[in-house]
Structures are given as C-alpha cells and as structure tokens.
C-alpha cells in the first residue's frame, strides 16, 4: 500500500502565502489523478485541487486564482501553493492519489487562518 505524507500547515494571518507538500512512498509518474481536498470543522469534506497524470487540473471555486497545484515526479511529491490566504481556509488538508484500483489518502496537515 502506499503512504502519502503531507506537510507544511501552519497557523499564518489572512493574506499571507503557505505551500503544503505531499510526498508518497511510491512512484506517481503514472497515477492517473492526484489532489488536494480539505475538511473544516462541522464540514463535509471538499475538493481543493486536483492534478491529472497529463496536466490537467481543477480547483474547487473557493480557491480558484490562490491555489495552485503541481507534482514532482521525480521527488514523488505534490504540491498546493496557497496565496491571499483567508480564514475560511482553515481546515485540515489531506492529499489523495489513485493508484492503481487503491485510493490512498494521507493523514492531513492543519491550515489555521486568524489574525
């Protein structure tokens, strides 16, 4: 099974800039789809970003022009770029990788937003 790693929250102020990092145990240069969702206290859980295996991606319509999503394939790892970052972002963010028939998700990493 592979694990997913993510790392990079914080508590940072509205408007400031964070970059959450995910790196798998194993190779991603062809998974098919990886992503970012989040899930804020008493919320379902939502689609933040996701990055296709040709380049393609989606973001969630709260985040779409702050959030920008990218992988690194030879470091096994994926990226979210968060900028103008505000207090309805809080949320713990977990990385997702469909890997073959096997969806995994990784233990999640906190964003708090507060000035």
């Known amino acids: 099974q592979v694990h997913l790693v993510e790392s990079g929250g914080g508590l940072v102020q509205p408007g400031e800039s964070l970059r959450l990092s995910c790196r798998s145990s194993?190779?991603?240069?062809?998974?098919?789809?990886m992503a970012w969702y989040r899930q804020a206290p008493g919320k379902q859980r939502e689609l933040a970003a996701s990055?296709?295996?040709?380049?393609?991606?989606d973001y969630g319509d709260s985040v779409k022009g702050r959030f920008t999503i990218s992988r690194d394939n030879g470091k096994n790892t994926i990226y979210l770029q968060m900028d103008n970052l505000k207090s309805e972002d809080t949320a713990n963010y977990y990385c997702?990788?469909?890997?073959?028939?096997?969806?995994?998700w990784g233990q999640g990493t906190q964003v708090t937003v507060s000035s």
């Open positions: 997702y990788g469909r890997f073959g028939a096997e969806d995994s």
């Open positions: 990055l296709t295996k040709s380049g393609f991606t």
């Open positions: 194993g190779s991603i240069f062809n998974v098919p789809l």
